[in-house]
């Protein structure tokens, strides 16, 4: 989206990046973001990033602009930006419970609001990140108690280090891959440690991209995602996003990515203001 010449994830002269996963990358004289965001898209991809501090104001031009954890990963961020008819602020990819890799999220009041839409229908309803959490353990144990090494396949970037994290916790040793040991060192630079790394490591990460018969899974493997076997997700279900909404308390909503028409019209069903848009739109308010 552009907005006063600002791209909000989209490249751009001047552009904000929510986060560092791939499908928000974005290019442009100088981009926004936070240190973390900064560190972990430079493992995949350059470009000349100011650093921002969370709830820290600073000025884009003449605009005036303030970073919030959104919860999603390590250094996710929402912007809010004082816009000449009112505020706005922008969530990209989102969580409103805490995980244990991301920084608790936090959305202000905004006249108003860019929301994800991802998982933006009553049927995504997701347990809560410490319910998901047994769930996963419980299939660790369990495959472990049977003589087995389970595999779980995750995104390599914030989903894998989350569930390193869950098993490092309860005390279970991990082998993951390259790539997702990568990013974990970046983690470990801002504080996230993982103790349980090990190569003879009694649970296998792999990406949730590598080679595998989607319906064909064995017994002992898992695929951890909103859209997987076990839904331990980082970004917000239908439920969250609702209360989001009412947290901002917005004069005019757009939605954005996945379920984007549909939760604009639920939204329209329940009194809102609200308009699904294209991620590459230019929005005048």
Do not use: C
């Not at 820290?56 to 303030?66: E, H, P, Q, R, S």
């Not at 080679?211 to 279900?237: C, M, Q, T, Y």
Request: proline share 4%; aromatic share 12%.
């Amino acid at each position: 989206m552009i907005v006063e010449e600002i791209g909000l994830d989209s490249s751009s002269r001047i552009a904000f990046q929510s986060h560092a996963h791939s499908d928000h990358f974005v290019s442009g004289k100088v981009i926004f973001a936070t240190r973390a965001t900064k560190f972990l898209s430079h493992l995949r991809k350059g470009g000349f990033y100011r650093e921002v501090g969370f709830r820290k104001k600073f000025y884009i031009g003449d605009i005036k602009a303030k970073l919030y954890p959104a919860g999603h990963m390590l250094g996710s961020a929402g912007i809010k930006l004082w816009l000449e008819n009112g505020t706005l602020f922008y969530t990209g990819d989102t969580k409103w419970f805490k995980l244990r890799t991301a920084e608790k999220s936090r959305f202000p009041r905004a006249d108003f609001l860019i929301i994800e839409a991802t998982f933006g229908v009553p049927s995504f309803t997701f347990p809560a990140p410490r319910e998901a959490e047994k769930k996963l353990v419980a299939f660790v144990e369990e495959a472990l108690d049977r003589g087995r090494r389970p595999t779980l396949y995750v995104n390599q970037m914030g989903k894998a280090q989350e569930v390193m994290k869950i098993l490092d916790v309860h005390g279970i040793t991990v082998k993951p891959s390259r790539e997702i040991l990568k990013i974990a060192k970046v983690y470990s630079k801002f504080g996230i440690k993982f103790g349980n790394i090990d190569n003879e490591g009694e649970v296998v990460l792999r990406s949730y991209r590598s080679p595998r018969v989607e319906n064909s899974l064995s017994p002992w493997e898992l695929i951890v995602s909103g859209f997987g076997g076990l839904k331990l997700s980082n970004h917000a279900d239908f439920w969250e996003l609702m209360r989001i909404v009412e947290k901002v308390k917005p004069e005019r909503i757009f939605t954005v990515y996945g379920f984007a028409r549909e939760f604009a019209r639920i939204l329209n069903g329940l009194g809102h203001n609200a308009i699904d848009i294209s991620p590459k739109q230019k929005i005048n308010l």
